[in-house]
């Protein structure tokens, strides 16, 4: 980047002053685009690129198709929204566009790993971008702990088809029950092994389980589409009714705080699945922690981002619609609805075939989520903010195998211990609050570096970016209050790791005022950022 684009175009309003070296003390200390960029270049802490936008986009349904569109379909027709379910997911993909764009615009202007983390650093400082990163360590590997326990779920039960029985005791922990969910650990150490490999073994593994996956949606829709009956759609939304409150803390946040009560069917009742069906989409965000590792970030990433968000939309829209039409809602089960369907109407292969979609998918799921850790941990790592002994790359794969492989190993011992129950809402928390800060990051820069090169540009800011914000802040208020409460102990939990050891070890305290030894491709031994101070 030329050092026009690196630009003085602040210069004559602020005296002149260097956008590269401005906010360099204190908490809010911001870590330049430039310098992100720079750091990328070290021959010890360079990632191989090698993904192209076809690539991106195949993680981006890897990781969002998962069991949702075989189950929450299903259950929230059910439940909360009648036939109208296809209306629930057309408003939480809008949702979810919202947040895209500004992804996309800073994955484009930022093609660094480390995703939501990494733009923080840029526009919001070093505190908000500890926050954050921390948050996203958290959703990501309790969201693979818990995909890869539902994984062995479904293989489990493949093999008690086939008459092979696991014995209880490596089945996993069940209610009234303690085991080690043997299928669960094995996968998570599989895939770190292919993820340590290369990206580009990755990504072929993860293209061929995905066109797997969509391959069963597809015929799915296709066959349940010629088994729909009109009048199971009427009426397409229900009459409205009183959502059954939960008492205490398992009740959502805005009823505990504003005495609202949501309310099932109705048309609330199609914004209320909404806020449910949302998290059939999450993961999409992951696609941004690839773009360090993308030929053409800053063309590529954009389209792989708003690319897998549009495809997994038209999916899960086109199941909901077969399934309300295959089967009345209020006869569908809750736990395998479109299954189930399938059987209603004489035709069980189908529910077979779909059993084997989602084992087969939930793969795919797993392992892109262990990338998206792994990367934002690598980039934490490469900042000082935790050890940089995890910042070192494979000689020969160019991947960070020191990182995948300490959180692959911490995720299978939690996916061979844990069950899912109370963990999946944490993994929710954590992908909207991201959702907040990129919204936030994206208006902050645009003011404080109109000078950047952006080849994608979140159109209307900053009305785009504020109505990102009031969505994710509305569906976390639909959250359960003990979720919040998990949240935030685990964020105490990681202010305490920053005061007592990143701060005093962030690369930052190097740089100085941007003319340390870092600065200048040094080493950023935390040695020398005590003695530069911050």
């Known amino acids: 980047m030329s050092s026009t684009q690196r630009g003085t175009a602040h210069g004559p309003e602020r005296g002149g002053a260097d956008p590269t070296r401005v906010r360099r003390s204190g908490l809010f200390r911001t870590k330049t685009v430039e310098e992100s960029i720079r750091d990328t270049e070290e021959p010890e802490h360079a990632l191989r690129k090698s993904l192209s936008a076809l690539d991106l986009t195949v993680f981006g349904v890897g990781v969002v198709i998962g069991t949702g569109i075989f189950v929450l379909t299903g259950k929230i027709a059910k439940e909360t929204a009648g036939p109208a379910v296809a209306l629930s997911f057309v408003a939480a ?62 293989v489990r039960s493949l093999l008690d088809t086939a008459g092979v029985h696991l014995p209880q005791g490596l089945s996993g922990t069940h209610e009234g029950t303690f085991g080690f969910d ?95 069906v949302f998290f059939a989409f999450i993961g999409f965000d992951i696609v941004a922690t690839a773009a360090e590792e993308t030929r053409l970030p800053q063309r590529d990433v954009p389209r792989g981002i708003l690319g897998s968000l549009a495809i997994c939309t038209v999916l899960y829209v086109a199941v909901s619609v077969v399934v309300t039409g295959m089967q009345k809602y209020s006869e569908l089960s809750t736990d395998a609805p479109l299954a189930d369907a399938f059987k209603s109407v004489g035709h069980p292969f189908w529910a077979g075939l779909i059993s084997f979609g989602a084992a087969v998918g939930l793969t795919s799921v797993c392992m892109i989520l262990l990338l998206g850790q792994s990367r934002v941990f690598f980039a934490m790592s490469r900042d000082g903010l935790l050890p940089r002994v995890f910042s070192q790359v494979h000689p020969r794969f160019g991947t960070p195998y020191r990182s995948t492989v300490a959180l692959g190993a911490v995720v299978a011992v939690v996916a061979g211990f844990t069950s899912i129950d109370e963990l999946a809402e944490l993994v929710n928390i954590g992908t909207l609050f991201a959702f907040v800060v990129v919204a936030i990051g994206v208006v902050i820069l645009r003011r404080s570096r109109p000078d950047l090169p952006r080849s994608f540009r979140t159109p209307l800011v900053p009305l785009v970016p504020a109505l990102s914000v009031l969505a994710s802040l509305w569906l976390m208020l639909n959250l359960p209050a003990e979720t919040w409460l998990r949240f935030g102990v685990w964020m105490l939990v990681g202010f305490v790791i920053y005061f007592a050891y990143g701060r005093s070890r962030s690369r930052m305290n190097t740089r100085g005022t941007g003319e340390g030894p870092a600065a200048a491709g040094g080493s950023g031994d935390p040695a020398e950022g005590r003695e530069a101070g911050a």
């Open 182 to 276: 043997l299928l669960a650990c094995v996968l998570v150490l599989v895939l770190t092994a292919v993820l340590v490999a290369g990206m580009k073994l990755s990504s072929r593994v993860t293209s061929v389980i995905v066109a797997i996956k969509v391959t069963v949606v597809l015929l799915v829709i296709i066959a349940g589409a010629f088994f729909i009956t009109g009048a199971n759609y009427e009426p397409f939304i229900p009459p409205s009714r009183a959502t059954e409150g939960s008492d205490g803390l398992a009740a959502p946040l805005s009823q505990l705080a504003f005495g609202f009560t949501p309310a099932d069917f109705g048309v609330m009742g199609v914004f209320a699945a909404a806020a449910v």
């Open 93 to 154: 993909g809008l949702v979810c566009a919202l947040a895209a764009l500004c992804y996309a615009e800073f994955a484009s202007t930022v093609p660094v790993a480390g995703s939501a983390y990494t733009f923080s650093y840029a526009s919001l400082g070093e505190l908000p971008a500890w926050i954050i990163g921390w948050d996203l360590v958290l959703e990501l590997a309790l969201g693979c702990a818990v995909v890869a326990v539902g994984w062995s779920g479904y």
